[in-house]
Nanobody, 115 residues
Framework: QVQLVESGGGLVQAGGSLRLSCAAS????????MGWYRQAPGKQRELVAI???????TYADSAKGRFTLSRDNAKNTVYLQMNSLKPEDTAVYYC?????????WGQGTQVTVSS
């Protein structure tokens, strides 16, 4: 079994920054991809950013230029640096991982951006 443990959410003013972390643990043979989705109230869950094992990173248009996804392979951890946050970034952020070709989700961490 694989667990994804998130940290770093919270409340921040518009224009501020937050850094989310997600660490994978458990029976890990290979991590095929890891990243973040988010879900705002009344909306569908959407991709924020994801990185593959080869290092290819994909960002949502809303994240480009403001968010940076990075990884520490030795720690099986990804980081989402979020700058210039906007109220519309308010959502529950979920870590997502494909580990040994199986999908896993974290519990979610709340990010609230006040105007």
């Amino acid at each position: 079994q694989v667990q994804l443990v998130e940290s770093g959410g919270g409340l921040v003013q518009a224009g501020g920054s937050l850094r989310l972390s997600c660490a994978a643990s458990g029976s890990i043979f290979s991590i095929n991809a890891m990243g973040w989705y988010r879900q705002a109230p009344g909306k569908q869950r959407e991709l924020v950013a994801i990185i593959t094992s080869s290092g290819t990173t994909t960002y949502a248009d809303s994240a480009k230029g403001r968010f940076t996804l990075s990884r520490d392979n030795a720690k099986n951890t990804v980081y989402l640096q979020m700058n210039s946050l906007k109220p519309e970034d308010t959502a529950v952020y979920y870590c997502y991982g494909v580990v040994t070709f199986r999908p896993y989700w974290g519990q979610g961490t709340q990010v609230t951006v006040s105007s």
